[in-house]
């Protein structure tokens, strides 16, 4: 009985033996058939992809089949599934004629879709952009690894030449993204790029939007200090952006230094002194307040707004101090702000604010005064400029 089983077993591992030729056979004519219909006039792709289909089934890690399958992917304009079988193929496993055919139409693609993915670019037609740059990447990639494949040095040399370019295509890619508006679509291929070039300006410079589009704000910090390391001439837009990716991340230490550093690059931009002194004061901190404001009266002695804003605070400030019995600081900042307004309406004498300002802070000083004739006078020149005031507004000659 076991006699049997053992030659049974036997009989049967023959017979599978001598099917695998024939398997063997059934595929190279196939192969071979396939051949014949994509070199026909015209061609015959769809008996071609057939056989080929048929092929990997049998035999799923085919190189021979998986290359031509891709060629008539690419004649049929099917790129997406010509990528998936040109990714599998071992490039040292083909004829020489084939590697010259892989080669030539890898090179064809790379050519062919940069030229166009350009010209689709300055047609605003950028969706389609991104597809024909995509393809160019994508086939420089896959031309460098088949060259250098082969170990040879003048192949290893071609394949380096092809980098600049193939970088160019990464960001031409990115950029036609985001000509789309499509921020995730650029993030890859531009982070593509800065793995091999971290200093690229371009791509920095596009990743701002990618990263401030999806609240991205760690990434957001690192790629605009990157933006302002690296750019030759700084746009304000920049640290402006900077500023609210730290408000993102609520640093707010970090909100004020850019503040400082934009005021550097930018020093008569009003918005900066404003905006950071507001910032001080809503901390209750009005001297760090006062003290951006008159730095940026220095630098535009002339602005009535960053006056009108000195003003106010030192008059909030008087207050504060008086309200703790600081007599001393609240006379000061008082003083200040009286002088401050006094520098406004000498440019625009017919300041509503201005003289309510003044107003004001000439009744602060009477509060804290403690001698009864200086107490008059403070709270005459008050009545005196509430009286402008309500003048300006009545004949509408106010600004």
């Not at 952009?129 to 040095?153: C, E």
Request: glycine share 6%.
């Amino acid at each position: 009985m076991f006699f049997k089983k053992v030659s049974i077993c036997v009989m049967f591992a023959l017979g599978f033996a001598m099917l695998i030729p024939i398997v063997a056979d059934a595929q190279k004519i196939e192969l071979r058939s396939a051949k014949i219909y994509i070199r026909e006039t015209p061609p015959q792709f769809d008996k071609a992809l057939a056989l080929l289909e048929t092929a990997l089934e049998k035999d799923p890690g085919n190189n021979d089949a998986h290359y031509l399958l891709g060629l008539v992917q690419y004649y049929k304009g099917n790129f997406d599934e010509m990528f998936k079988n040109w990714e599998v193929v071992t490039f040292d496993d083909m004829d020489k004629k084939d590697k010259e055919r892989y080669k030539s139409t890898l090179e064809s693609m790379i050519r062919t879709n940069y030229q166009v993915g350009q010209q689709s670019y300055e047609k605003g037609e950028f969706v389609e952009s991104a597809d024909y740059y995509s393809r160019s990447v994508w086939a420089t990639s896959t031309l460098q690894a088949a060259l250098r494949s082969t170990g040879k040095k003048n192949d290893a040399r071609t394949a380096d030449e092809l980098e600049p370019a193939k970088q160019q295509g990464y960001l031409y890619w990115g950029y036609a993204h985001l000509g789309a508006q499509d921020y995730e679509g650029a993030r890859g291929p531009l982070e593509k790029l800065l793995e091999v070039d971290p200093n690229r300006f371009e791509a920095w410079d596009g990743l701002v939007n990618v990263y401030y589009t999806s609240d991205d704000w760690d990434n957001l910090i690192t790629a605009s200090n990157k933006v302002i390391e690296l750019s030759e001439e700084i746009d304000l837009n920049t640290y402006l952006i900077l500023r609210n990716a730290y408000f993102g991340v609520a640093d707010t230490a970090s909100v004020i230094t850019t503040y400082e550093r934009a005021m550097e690059a930018f020093p008569e931009e009003r918005s900066l002194y404003r905006d950071v002194s507001s910032i001080h004061v809503n901390r209750n901190d009005y001297a760090k307040g006062i003290e951006v404001l008159e730095k940026g009266h220095s630098a535009l002695p002339e602005d009535v707004e960053l006056l009108r804003h000195l003003g106010i605070n030192y008059y909030n400030k008087g207050l504060s101090d008086r309200d703790a019995g600081d007599v001393e600081a609240a006379t000061k900042a008082f003083n200040g702000a009286v002088e401050s307004m006094n520098k406004l309406l000498a440019l625009q004498p017919n300041s509503i604010d201005g003289h309510d300002i003044l107003s004001d802070a000439y009744f602060g000083l009477d509060s804290i005064e403690t001698d009864e004739a200086r107490k008059q006078e403070l709270a005459a020149k008050g009545q005196e400029h509430q009286r402008k005031k309500l003048d300006l507004i009545k004949t509408g000659d106010g600004m």
